[in-house]
């Protein structure tokens, strides 16, 4: 995994709460094998205003002028700035392989759906909660500044404003170090292989109907 | 000391790993695979060169991207050539690895969350996984199920374990008792219009009280289905004599001296009595009317007795906005009463309500009438080929067809739309599925989320009608 300690980035401000992943990457992108090449269908029903289709040239379709990411101002930016209960519903991981394929780094929200949150951190998406009373504020700045960029630190753990101005945020110990080293959590789970052996032979005497069954 | 919930006991009977940074190593013991989330975790594996950890706690079907017409034709039935290949895929991951999968033909193919429960593959106690955030349904049986993104389907495949941080516990209680014609279905959506779509955001909901402990497992699997729509990964109901009437016999339940030492440990599967929850919610029972949802989030529901809200009256900005843009997006009026909405298709299927119990509410309305001529479809998708079966033994289907309705094969279907059933444009649908989110169901598709009685006392109306008039 590709590892992340400090990001700089454009803002585009999201102002919408509740954006489900069927929002995020449509059903129909779902159909794909692979994990790269969702970018140009990410938020495919906001941007474009006809219906997209998987194996499609999306640079030849019409865009909706009115949606964020298509204005000129906010082109290349890699911090997603959003509102309450991002990434809520289905539990697609195409939704952050589709931001980061998009090139998005960070998405700083109030709070965020549980399953997106714990996915952004398996490919290198760094999802930050604020305040709400911080978030708006960040909505007002990008809002008002052409070209407004974040400064994002996941060592401190601190997003920077232009002005200045630090804000703290949490993230949890074990992922923030999966990160900041790009870690392959398989691998580091499987340092402990001996003790889910142990664990598992336990089991396999306290509750042997579990293995097995209908084989 | 306080006692133990039943999520407490559940994370300590699968905890592998305490770490000293907050997360754990929990131990699971099933994983269901689907078409859709498991390719990328299979090419993982195969890249890393490992293997999976144990074949037998896995279990696969496709279910996605099935057509639900022609199944004689099997794979080669799926014109879609993407779905096509995403289909083979799994069956060529599941026979290279050796995880035993139900075909597209097999007889016991079906929704993932309705085959795992169907064959005793979910029994109480277990942890078990999915790339499906509606695994949440396998809790109704005891267990501690949730969706999981898809590198941790292959995190589960590469060492059988999740890394975790341990929720919060909250308890959602349905007092007393349910009026005629309320269902599990309008008591969820009654509890997700009432806490909000994040309001189990970060807790194991554990669902009690009289009304749930009346409920069939079926009721429950319902309810816990839709915990994901309340933002909670994990939903639960205590174990009763009720599931363990439900889980016996079933093709991969314990048989003989492992059932009796299997349900000895099941019945302690409840909250203790004093067990202290972080957040608890309580409802009355008696007081849940039939619900529908009018807006693009499951927590936009009103009373089938109800109007769609004003968003004049609404004075939180961000709210008032919400309910605009839907509003706009579904093509409603504030203050349209809710049996004001016409209909262009019904659909009743799906992870959350295509259960055998399902169909028999349904079929019970619609018998001896026929569906409204202004209607362009309704259709029943069984949850599973067993399903189908049973309901056809029963004569449902010619209930059903007699109708007017179409009787499907079973798959996910206009749930999301991925194969060939969706909406048109602009069309209103009375769907038995969990998600009203924009484009769901089809580009531009309006959806309205109700009960299996509901949707067909709507397909026979042609507009919602409270289903407890035509009960009487
Ligand atoms: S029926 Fe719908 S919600 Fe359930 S698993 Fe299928 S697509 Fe997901």
Redesign the interface.
Known sequence: MRAFTQHKGLVAPMDRSNVDTDMIIPKQFLKSIKRTGFGPNLFDALRYLDEGQPDQDSSKRPLNPDFVLNQPRYRNASVLLARSNFGCGSSREHAPWALDDYGFRVIIAPSFADIFYNNCFKNGLLPIVLEEKIVDKLFQDAEALEGYQLTVDLEAKTVITPAGESFGFEVDDFRRHCLLNGLDDIGVTLEDAELIKTYEDQRRQTAPWLFDAGQ | MAGKTLYDKLWDDHL??Q?D???A?I?I?RQLLHE??S??AF?GLRL?K?KP??I?ANLATPD??VPTTDRAKGIEGIV?P??K??VE?LGKNCDEFGI?EFKIMDQRQGIVHVIGPE???T?P??TIVC???HTSTHGAFGCLA???????V??VL????L?Q?KMKNMLVKVNGELGKGVTGKDVVLAIIGKIG??GG??HAIEFGGQAIQNLSMEGRMTICNMA?EA???VGMVAVDGTTIEYVKGR????KGD??D??VK?WRTLHSDVDAVFDKVVELDGAEIMPQVSWGT?PEMVADVTGNVPDPAKEEDP?KRE?IE?ALKYMGLRPNQAITDIKLDRVFIGSCTNSRIEDLREAAAVVKGRKVAGSLKQAMVVPGSGLVKAQAEAEGLDRIFIEAGLEWRDPGCSMC???NADKLGEGEHCASTSN?N????QG??GRTHLVSPSMAAAAAISGHFVDVRELLN
Request: charge should be negative; hydrophobic fraction near 35%; include cysteine.
């Open positions: 592998v790993k770490r940074d907050g997360s190593l131990y013991d859709v989330t390719p990328q090419e890393a490992r950890w144990r037998d996605h991207n879609d993407v779905s290949i995403q895929t035993l064959q005793g593959a029994l106690g277990m790339g499906d955030s949730h969706g999981i993104g898809t590198s941790e292959e995190h590469a060492t059988q374990c890394v941080q779509t994040a955001t970060g994901i933002g909670a990964r093709p991969f339940a314990p492992a059932w030492a299997a440990y989030s961000i919400g843009r999301l739309a991925m998600r989110f924009e484009g769901r580009f531009g």
